[in-house]
Nanobody, 121 residues
Framework: QVQVVESGGGLVQPGGSLRLSCAAS????????MGWYRQAPGKQRELVATITSGDRTNYADSVKGRFTISRDNAKNTVYLQMNSLKPEDTAVYYC???????????????WGQGTQVTVSS
């Protein structure tokens, strides 16, 4: 089995910072990539940032220059450092892992339960 768990969300004032963490665990052979997505009420889920096993990163235009995605391969963990937060960043942030499972080397997508980020004064 594969589990993906996020943490680090909370309430922050505009201009503030938060650091989200996401740990993948279970029967993992390798993690091809991990990423963060977010969904605000009444809106579709959108990509925020992704990072591959080779540390190639991709960011949504709306967060470039403010957010930084990184990973710790030894811990199977990905982070999202969010700076200069804006009210429009308010959403539930979901961690995604593109995993090749140890059993059968099956590739699959796994999602965390989400963590709430609220940016408000």
């Amino acid at each position: 089995q594969v589990q993906v768990v996020e943490s680090g969300g909370g309430l922050v004032q505009p201009g503030g910072s938060l650091r989200l963490s996401c740990a993948a665990s279970g029967s993992i052979f390798s993690i091809l990539g991990m990423g963060w997505y977010r969904q605000a009420p009444g809106k579709q889920r959108e990509l925020v940032a992704t990072i591959t096993s080779g540390d190639r990163t991709n960011y949504a235009d709306s967060v470039k220059g403010r957010f930084t995605i990184s990973r710790d391969n030894a811990k199977n963990t990905v982070y999202l450092q969010m700076n200069s937060l804006k009210p429009e960043d308010t959403a539930v942030y979901y961690c995604h892992a593109d995993v090749r499972q140890a059993m059968g080397l099956r590739r699959g997508d796994y999602w965390g339960q989400g963590t709430q980020v609220t940016v408000s004064s």
